[in-house]
């Protein structure tokens, strides 16, 4: 019986909890250390045909079961439908706390008390501003420029504005640049917004919350007094709780891989937000909007759902790589969608949403895949409820994940073990060949 070393192996196995594994290309039994459900993916390297050979390895190109880190962040469970952050439900937090609480929790793993919560609210309003050389560099660019992208230049802009950010293994410098960067984003969405519709810029206003900040800094013309309501304040704090982190998904990943390399947060968040800006990721907000825009009539619905059971078009905000339930996070949006809208009056894209929904989940193709509406599904109805247009939602998006990114990232940091992250491939490309010179091509 032969025992692979274990590499990096952080939680101990009790005798039974071992997985033992018969080789058959050679006839040897291994047994392999389980902790935590899981097996270290090192620990295959052992198993081998003979000395020469490399080892094995685990192949999953989507990472959809690899675990890649130990985290207190965040917990889901797909299977039901629950997504807490620290133990708290994520239905509980979007009910009763403002963004800046849950922000407190997300980064300390626990609520704060009053005193905490206003020293904390305070520190993030201090640090609201936009520094001007990414105002002038957003002056620069096209207004045309899709906001994400001009949101991303920002955040990779504020590297140089702030290079001792470069110093990630200290935990202080770690902290402030933390809270700068949760402070900062939406300021950065904010002017970018009055960037492209032609408004001028704008302070913060002491007195007011995160949320309605970030509102008054988009809606309120220049020169006049900050004037949101309040049903939108709490939609968009709602909505920022909501998504403020939701554990190892792409975007989480993005910051992860990029920070391992031990680059400033500016460089990590900035990958964050490229990988959110992505349709199957957080740009599916905009794309459900599209959609809804596209079916013209309810009528439309059941061969728009047929069109995209023949693969031609794609159900945008349905579907989750871990939720083969009702994404919980999409019940509280669908409520939320409901209220904001009906204030209006009747809407028929909430109608032909809500269509589409009923329709699919009673649908075979969509039940047998275990295909349900996830966080995308009825946020931009709500954004677009409040005057936004979709391609500002993915933006919005990213100024609730910040915090969840970050605290990610500073786990990671944190972590003596962490190594750079480098994956591996089967290389299926040519074997080794002679040199051919440009004359004999
Ligand atoms: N519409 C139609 N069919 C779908 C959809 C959808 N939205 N999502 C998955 N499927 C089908 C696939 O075609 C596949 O069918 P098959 O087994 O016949 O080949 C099956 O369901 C499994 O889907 P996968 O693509 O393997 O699922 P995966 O876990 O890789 O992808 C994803 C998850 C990317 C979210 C996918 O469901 C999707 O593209 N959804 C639409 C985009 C979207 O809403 N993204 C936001 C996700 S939430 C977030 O990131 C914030």
Redesign the pocket.
């Known amino acids: 019986m032969e025992e692979p070393s274990a590499d990096s192996a952080t939680g101990t196995a009790s005798e039974q909890d071992i997985l033992a594994v018969t080789d058959r290309r050679t006839g040897q039994q291994y047994e392999l250390p389980i902790t935590d459900d899981t097996i270290q993916a090192m620990d295959l390297r052992g198993i081998k045909v003979n000395e020469g050979d490399f080892g094995m390895m685990p192949f999953d190109p ?1 990472l959809s079961n690899t675990a890649v880190c130990r985290s207190s962040v965040c917990f889901i469970d797909g299977e039901q439908g629950i997504l807490e952050y620290s133990g708290y439900r994520i239905e509980e937090l979007a009910e009763h706390c403002s963004y800046m609480e849950v922000c407190y929790l997300v980064l300390n793993r626990e609520l704060p008390n009053a005193e905490q919560l206003a020293e904390f609210e305070a520190e993030v309003r201090a640090d609201m501003v936009m520094p001007e050389s990414v105002m002038r560099l957003q002056n620069a660019m096209d207004p045309d420029l899709h906001p994400m992208s001009m949101l991303q230049t920002s955040l990779a802009a504020l590297a140089g504005e702030y290079p001792e950010a470069a110093e990630v293994l200290e935990p202080e410098v770690r902290r402030q640049h933390t809270m700068r960067l949760i402070a900062m984003t939406p300021v950065i969405a904010a002017l970018g917004f009055r960037f492209r519709t032609g408004a001028g810029p704008i302070d913060i206003r002491p007195e007011l919350s995160y949320s309605e900040n970030f509102l008054h800094m988009m809606l309120t013309p220049t020169g006049e007094e900050p004037n949101v309501a309040p049903a939108m304040v709490k939609a968009m704090d709602a909505l920022l709780v909501l998504h403020a982190d939701h554990e190892q ?2 975007s989480t990943n993005a910051v992860r891989a990029v920070g391992s390399s031990q680059v400033n947060p500016y460089s990590a968040v900035t990958a964050g937000a490229a990988a959110l800006h992505g ?4 740009g ?1 907000n905009q794309k459900v909007l599209e959609m809804l825009e596209s079916i013209e009539d309810l009528a439309d619905v059941p061969a728009f759902l047929e069109s ?1 059971q023949s693969g031609d078009k ?8 871990v939720y083969k339930n009702y994404d919980p996070r999409a019940k509280v949006i669908g409520k939320l969608a409901g209220d904001v809208v009906d204030v209006a009056g009747p809407n028929r894209m909430l109608e032909i949403a809500q269509a589409l929904e009923k329709t699919a989940i009673e649908d075979d193709y969509f039940t047998k ?1 275990k ?1 349900f509406p ?3 599904f009825y946020s931009g109805m709500i954004y677009s409820a409040m005057g936004f247009c979709p391609r500002s939602f993915t933006v919005f998006f990213a100024v609730g994940r910040m915090v969840g990114w970050l605290a990610h990232w500073e786990e990671m940091m944190a972590d003596v073990n962490n190594r750079i992250v480098r994956p591996r491939q089967i290389y299926t490309g040519y074997p080794r060949r002679d040199f051919v010179p440009m004359d004999q091509r």
């Open positions: 989507g998904n792409c349709p199957l990721h957080g599916a995209c794609r159900l945008m905000g349905f579907g989750h790589r895949r295909l996830n966080v995308d």
